[in-house]
């Protein structure tokens, strides 16, 4: 998994955020955050940089298909050209 900057993590929890309207708080931190965040936005940070790892796994296996059969027109192509 490529590795991200604590900038594209936190940036990404601010969208999110804004997407679901999630209010500035606290109410999140016990409930996705490890209990040590100040506020909503840190404890959506947190849980993106854990969750990334397990969505890169999850898309790698949906992927596989779709990249064979990519390849396999990428292949035919260059086959009949």
């Known amino acids: ?3 991200f900057s604590r900038n594209t993590y936190r ?5 999110m955020q ?8 606290d ?8 209990g040590t965040e100040s506020n909503n936005l840190a404890a959506l940070e ?20 779709y990249l064979m ?3 396999e027109r990428t292949l035919d192509q260059w086959g009949a050209a």
């Open 27 to 34: 109410a999140l931190v016990f409930l996705i955050g490890r």
């Open 18 to 25: 804004v997407a679901l309207h999630i209010p500035e708080g």
């Open 1 to 3: 998994m490529p590795k």
């Open 46 to 65: 947190t849980w993106v940089k854990e969750t990334l790892p397990q969505l890169e796994e999850e898309c790698g296996q949906a992927a596989l298909p």
């Open 69 to 71: 059969d990519r390849l």
């Open 11 to 15: 940036r990404l929890a601010s969208a």
